[in-house]
């Protein structure tokens, strides 16, 4: 948890210490998510398919290629009784190699919030979601035509999404949503 706070701070100094000459844009995110679900001591996973959207800022500096982008995504993990809905709040460091002015390279970290809607419910098990969980992203893609970022980033979960006790055959265990995700923006 220190980490993370650590880092928060960070991107917060960077934000305050940015030159007159940042660029700030605005746009809309979405996408698809790619989640496994890793159920401790019940030898299952399931992978299932999800999507997420919602609007976007980045601040970058554009001599040296270094930003910070966030969003504020409705984002959909898991299908059926195993679905999670909430907001996700990712924060990304990020770093563009320009390949000229209508073409980058970028790579990203930083933490994701995910704030849960729904609990899980499955017959026979007691499941107690967690409602905020905190993950780190990392994550790379391309910009394009000035205005068009698609990126692969992966989510990697700092604690447990949910608690299994089943009821049925008696197998208790945490849970992780592991999740990688294909995203489209569009920045105004």
Not at 16 to 43: F, R, T, Y
Not at 55 to 64: D, H, L, S
């Amino acid at each position: 948890m220190k980490k993370i706070i650590v880092l928060m701070m960070a991107v917060c100094a960077l934000a305050v210490a940015l030159p007159s000459q940042a660029q700030i844009k605005w746009g809309v995110k979405g996408g698809l998510n790619l989640s496994k679900l890793d159920i401790e001591n019940a030898g299952e996973s399931s992978n299932t398919t999800g999507f997420f959207i919602g609007p976007m800022a980045e601040v970058t500096i554009p001599v040296i290629g270094l930003g910070v982008d966030g969003a504020l995504l409705y984002s959909q993990r898991g299908k059926g009784d195993w679905k999670q809905q909430g907001v996700e709040i990712p924060v990304n460091l990020k770093y563009t190699f320009g390949l000229g002015s209508t073409l980058g390279v970028y790579l990203a970290a930083g933490p994701d919030f995910f704030f849960n809607f729904k609990d899980i419910k499955l017959a026979g098990n007691d499941i107690e979601s967690k409602n905020t969980q905190v993950g780190l992203n990392l994550g790379a893609g391309v910009k394009l035509l000035r205005h068009l970022q698609v990126g692969v980033n992966y989510q990697i979960p700092l604690g447990d999404s949910f608690t299994v006790e089943s009821v049925v055959n008696g197998v208790a265990g945490n849970g992780k949503t592991k999740s990688w995700q294909v995203s489209v923006a569009y920045l105004f």
